[in-house]
């Protein structure tokens, strides 16, 4: 059942061909703490990128290109339609129908911008420097930080949020955190993966109080939306750290 979970897991937050089921989709749905596995798979595989040997600038965008190669668009668009409900000024209910308005909104283009910017710089920033485990520990920390959401919120509605929340337990915390251990130690001898799951996981946490506040509760974008917000800000965390410290 664990590797069953793991697969729909990657399944749902991966393009990789893992043959996705729907038992698989229910074993995963049953354990959302399988989301921190992905981590380490799907922060490995872009961390492989950083050794082509080419231009700075060029792996930059080769980097930029594999989250979405490997990972799809999926969570971006959750990001672009919680930044169109970011910019309403309306009540709960209104935010909600920004997010589900297909139009592209100003702040959608902004967040977009924003995210693809970030990306390339931390790209073209570590290439060459051979730091796959803060990728890794960036990205396993994103995925702590939607397992936050999921342990914190009330779903708005039924739908993807109220399926995997509903499933939440007094194990998917302790089960979560200790998925996301090892990858603190994988800068050795640096605190910059520590930083990059720390900062991943908070964003989940701040992401919830958020949605709670303003959408009256979490839904499938907010999870998105953490996973993108929650990736850019531990690797933009990490390198400063690498880079300081």
């Known amino acids: 059942m664990v590797l069953s979970a793991l ?11 893992v043959g996705q089921t729907a038992a698989n989709w229910e074993a995963f749905a ?3 703490a399988a989301m921190i596995g992905v981590g ?3 922060g490995a595989l872009v961390a492989l990128l950083l050794f082509l040997p080419l231009p700075e600038t060029i792996v930059g965008f080769a980097f930029v290109l594999g989250y979405g190669v490997f990972g799809g668009i999926n969570h971006a668009d959750g990001l672009l339609d919680v930044a169109d409900g970011v910019a309403t000024h309306g009540d709960p209910a209104e935010a909600r129908a920004a997010m589900k308005d297909s139009a592209i909104g ?11 910017l970030g990306l ?7 290439a060459g420097t051979g730091l796959v485990g ?6 396993v920390g994103a995925k702590l930080g939607m397992v936050e959401v999921l342990i914190r919120g009330t779903p708005s509605h039924e739908g993807l949020g109220s399926a995997l929340a509903g499933n939440v337990d007094r194990w998917t915390g302790p089960l979560a955190m200790a998925g996301a251990l090892p990858a603190i130690l994988l800068t050795v001898g640096h605190p910059a993966a520590a930083v990059a799951v720390i900062v991943g996981g908070t964003t989940g946490i701040l992401g919830e109080r958020w949605a709670r506040s303003r959408l009256g509760g979490i839904n499938g974008d907010v999870l998105g939306a953490t996973n993108e ?17």
């Not at 697969?7 to 061909?17: C, E, H, Q, S, W």
């Not at 917000?229 to 300081?244: D, E, H, K, S, Y």
């Open 106 to 116: 100003v702040g959608a283009v902004l967040a977009l911008g924003l995210l693809l």
């Open 120 to 126: 390339f710089a931390v790209g073209q920033t570590l």
């Open 7 to 17: 697969r729909g897991a990657v399944g749902f937050l991966t393009t990789l061909p």
């Open 229 to 245: 917000v929650g990736r850019l800000a531990a690797l933009l965390a990490g390198v400063i750290v690498w880079t300081l410290w």
């Open 30 to 32: 049953d354990r959302p």
């Open 40 to 42: 380490y798979i799907l």
């Open 134 to 139: 803060l990728v890794i520990a960036a990205e």
